[in-house]
């Protein structure tokens, strides 16, 4: 009898969960908050695979369940896609092969999704475009879809395109709309330390530079472009673990510091790249990533931040006039 009665308080508390959105997401500042006035800080995952494992009918709950489980908010999910799908490729990692025009199901099934990750806690990243050639006429039928798709949910931003200055150069941008609120979008990124689109949409994705001290550039380059915008900036594309960077202490560091100075920042990775379920030294990374950004307290939100040189660190960030625990080492 106990055992019957516990599988009816789970169901009712799994269908009241369905049936409560997310608080929207919304720009304050140089910060997101939710609707209902909560500080959020993004702690963003690659997941660029994610729609289309959805689509091709693959349980995808087990990832959702282990994002949310290990500390992440935010997933970046690319919808138009053709990358190495069959995995048979020397120079690019498989991530795979999405067309809109080849699921007629397609933007009917994304509100279902969005609500599939939304049951587990998460907001998503949208990326539009990234690279795949097309017709400006499918390009602007998928934007405007996507808009009408997203309305309803409030879970879920938008990026137009991934890396505006290297990947579709001639994208019809003259007639590619600003989504209207209370959506928030990106005109999209620049590659690595490149200007990000413009002119400026609700806030920024960033993809800072790379090198031995990418560490300190992710955080330095994107407070800089924070400062300069005025808007949220989302570090939505770091330099990639395990293969680039394998440093627990890096993982850590990086998301402590764009949790302090930053509207968010993605743990980018070969195995979210396909979207898969991270395992070994992966898994542990992306531990240490988002332990790291939430180390850092909300209430450092709204400080003026500097960047100190102290010896043996590549830099130390620190809200000017905080306390210790607004105060950030990034290590070589």
Known sequence: MTRYIFKIVAATVLLASAATPLPRLVADGRWFKQDNGVRWTGIEA?????????????????????????????????????????????????????????????????????????????????????????SDAARIAHWEALIAAVSPSTNVLLELINEHNVHNKTLPYDRLRQPPAPILASHGSGGAGGEPRLPIWTYVTYHPGFGADWMRKAVSEGGDAAGKYNVPVLLNET?????????LEHAYDVGRGCALVLAGCAFHSVTGKNSRLWEG????????????????????????????????????????????????????
């Open 239 to 247: 330099t990639r673990f395990p293969d680039n960077d394998k440093s």
């Open 46 to 134: 690659t997941d660029f695979n994610l729609f289309n494992r959805f689509l091709n009918g693959e349980d995808i709950a087990p990832i959702l369940h282990q994002r949310a489980d290990v500390g992440f908010n935010l997933l970046r999910v690319w919808t138009d896609f053709n990358v190495c799908a069959d995995g048979n490729c020397e120079q690019r990692q498989p991530i795979g092969r999405l067309v809109p025009t080849e699921h007629p199901d397609y933007y009917a099934r994304l509100r279902d999704f969005l609500d599939e990750c939304a049951r587990h806690g998460l907001y998503v990243e949208l990326t539009a475009f990234t690279g795949r050639a097309d």
């Open 281 to 332: 030294h992966e898994l542990a990374l992306a531990r240490e990533w988002a332990r790291g950004a939430r180390s850092v307290s909300l209430a450092c939100q709204r400080n003026e931040f500097r960047q100190v040189g102290v010896p043996r660190l590549l830099a130390v960030f620190e809200g000017v006039g905080a306390t210790a625990e607004c105060r950030v080492a990034i290590r070589p």
